[in-house]
């Protein structure tokens, strides 16, 4: 079974800073979400990755598949950034396991 | 195209109960996946069906159950509920089964259990 570790569990920054959001996981895996859930649980897929980078606007998600390691930037953090990020994994046909989320706030 | 439906939005039912949660997939996605969301254990994977067929299921007890049908809408079923039911309920659909495609996910039904 995959275990999926986030890091930080909170955190709270300033308007426009540079926001990174870290993601581990044990076992190999066929593709990595990254997730975006807002207050009320709407959830969002930012991002679907299997191997380098992707960007979309101001987020950017790199994956290392070697170092089992997931990043998600935020540039120009803005308050409506602020939600809950996910990172979950998926393997074959397994469903997919999910870390414990990173609570971000973006203060004006 | 019209986004994940779920129905209903809101739930409140009593230990011992049964409840049926729908969902409906975006149009033309054939992959259904049930996941839920309580405080403590966040984010659980359900079951994933895929053309009607149950692709996997997560580590839930058999009280929790769900079929696809043939237009790709799908329900989930949860007898004989317990106070630890109480979760936000969410689907997700994708055009190719779960794991390596995006998915799309519902607003979610938040199931009370009293």
């Known amino acids: 079974k995959n275990e999926v570790e986030q890091s930080p569990q909170n955190l709270t920054a300033q308007e426009g800073e540079f926001i990174t959001i870290n993601c581990s996981y044990s076992?190999?895996?066929?593709?990595l979400h990254w997730l975006q859930q807002h207050p009320g649980g709407g959830i969002v897929s930012l991002f679907m990755l299997s191997s380098g980078k992707k960007k979309h606007g101001r987020l950017i998600a790199t994956i290392n598949i070697q170092e089992k390691h997931s990043s998600l930037h935020i540039t120009a953090s803005h308050p409506r950034d602020s939600a809950v990020y996910i990172c979950a994994v998926g393997l074959g046909a397994d469903g997919l396991t999910f870390g414990k989320g990173t609570h971000l706030i973006i203060q004006p | 195209k019209a986004g994940v439906t779920q129905t209903p939005r809101y739930l409140i039912k009593t230990r011992g109960q049964q409840v049926t949660l729908s969902c409906s997939p975006i149009s033309g996605h054939r992959s259904v996946s049930w996941y839920q969301q309580t405080p403590g254990q966040g984010l659980q994977f359900l079951f994933e069906?895929?053309?009607?067929?149950?692709?996997n299921k997560g580590n839930f007890p058999g009280r929790f159950s769900g079929r696809q049908f043939s237009n790709s809408r799908s329900e989930m079923n949860v007898s004989t509920l317990e106070l630890g039911d109480s979760a936000l309920y969410l689907c997700a659909s994708s055009s190719l089964p779960t794991g390596t495609n995006e998915q799309f996910f519902g607003p979610g039904t938040r199931l009370t259990v009293l």
């Open positions: 076992v190999g895996i066929s593709a």
């Open positions: 069906y895929f053309s009607e067929t149950q692709r």
